[in-house]
């Protein structure tokens, strides 16, 4: 395709995303995972921030999404991150009136934010325009259901991981310092699982649970709730882990320089042929001289192989960029084996075959709905593609109502240039 070609090798610039294969075929390679010990506090390895103050605003969804985030950052990138920032310059538009995990994840994989603290505070009456991220978050993992082995895997291995729990009015209004929920009430709270305890006595719960063991949780509602902000769910609580999201992928903001996307909103809906294979694809035009070093997109099942494609023309020839298989459902951005060329104006398109076993609607992509949640989404600046077959594609706008959940990652070859020769 004209203007695309072979570059640099795109794997000097920065890391592999931790849940595909580094190898060229799609094949999982077998990692020695550290053994886990019966007891374990994040706060014992790092220093974690103060305990932030939600006040009586159902923000707790963005409290509890950049506490797990600032756990998860390199130690030279760590900085409080501002909650206010979230709530007010995500793509839903719900301010104060509460969110969630999905909401939290669209605002950071998109470039949105975070940023630091210091420059929007929390309460203060102000969000300001035009703030730049203070690192990019590229992978977000959304471990299974109930998976209190990965959940602490991740902890050990990554930092805190994000997870539901539903709060009674009467534990929120009393001092108890540990939770045990088996009602039928549905989440309405977010916190950050940062420890476990496999001998947390039972006797600790108002509602006795059948066996010892409890996660230990950092929460939203200052420093005189609980145990000094913390507090311990047991593992026979009926909400605790069965949504956890982990961050495991966290960047500085100048590995990757620029980000071609369109669904702010991120993934609100799937499409798919009935089975669970498909192809999706979006076009962009290149608005310097870069490099295309990236994909991002997710993997709506564990278990999803993939192959990603850049060409100029969907129904001409591609190029190979990168494959492989994601063990865990989420987002992934892929570096490609070799950095594609592509020139100021010129447009481009990245292309994925992928295949998720349990799904007959593999391809996430960012849906206009009629609910209140989804209103605020306009899918007419995208110009996004899906196919059964690689051969015969449909737009997603007009016949699906959505945009493509697909992001590619450059960087541009004039600021490298000039880099390298010390400008």
Request: charged letters at 25%; a negative charge; aromatic letters at 12%.
């Amino acid at each position: 395709a004209r203007g695309l070609e072979a570059g640099q090798d795109a794997g000097s610039g920065w890391e592999l995303a931790s849940g595909q294969d580094a190898g060229s075929s799609p094949k999982m390679e077998s990692v020695q995972a550290p053994e886990l010990p019966a007891r374990f506090d994040l706060r014992e390895r790092m220093e974690l921030f103060p305990i932030p103050d939600q006040q009586n605003t159902g923000t707790c969804w963005a409290f509890a999404a950049l506490a797990a985030v600032e756990s998860s950052m390199p130690e030279e990138l760590r900085i409080p991150l501002s909650a206010d920032h979230m709530i007010f310059h995500n793509g839903f538009g719900f301010g104060m009136d509460g969110g969630d995990s999905s909401m939290a994840a669209a605002y950071l994989l998109s470039w949105q934010g975070p940023v630091a603290q210091e420059a929007d505070p929390f309460g203060d009456g102000d969000s300001p325009e035009g703030l730049e991220p203070v690192c990019h978050v590229q992978e977000i993992r959304i471990l299974p259901e109930k998976d209190y082995e990965a959940i602490k895997r991740a902890v050990y291995t990554t930092g805190g991981v994000e997870s539901s729990v539903y709060i009674p009015q009467e534990f929120r209004e009393g001092d108890e310092k540990a939770l045990c929920y088996k009602g039928e009430e549905e989440a309405n709270h977010e916190v950050v699982i940062v420890g476990w305890d496999d001998e947390y006595p039972r006797e600790n719960f108002s509602v006795s649970p059948d066996e010892d063991g409890a996660f230990l949780c950092r929460n939203s509602w200052g420093g005189q709730f609980g145990d000094e902000g913390y507090f311990y769910v047991s593992y026979e609580d009926c909400q605790i882990g069965t949504d956890a999201v982990s961050y495991s992928g966290i960047q500085p903001a100048d590995r990757l320089t620029r980000i071609y996307q369109t669904d702010l909103c991120g993934w609100t809906g799937q499409m798919g042929f009935g089975t669970s294979d498909a192809w999706f694809s979006n076009r962009y035009e290149a608005v310097e001289n870069a490099w295309i070093e990236a994909a991002g997109f997710y993997a709506v099942m564990p278990g999803t192989s993939y192959q990603v494609y850049v060409t100029g023309d969907l129904s001409g020839e591609r190029k190979l960029a990168a494959e492989g298989i994601l063990e865990v459902a989420g987002f992934y951005t892929v570096p490609f084996s070799e950095a594609i060329s592509v020139r100021s104006g010129e447009s481009f398109f990245v292309a994925v075959s992928i295949s998720s076993p349990g799904t007959a609607e593999p391809v996430a992509v960012e849906y206009a709905g009629d609910s209140t949640r989804l209103a605020g989404i306009d899918i007419q600046d995208g110009e996004g593609y899906i196919s059964a077959d690689g051969k015969s594609w449909q737009s997603a706008e007009e016949n699906g109502g959505s945009r493509i959940c697909l992001k590619a990652y450059s960087r541009s070859i004039e600021k490298e240039s000039r880099e390298s020769n010390g400008a």
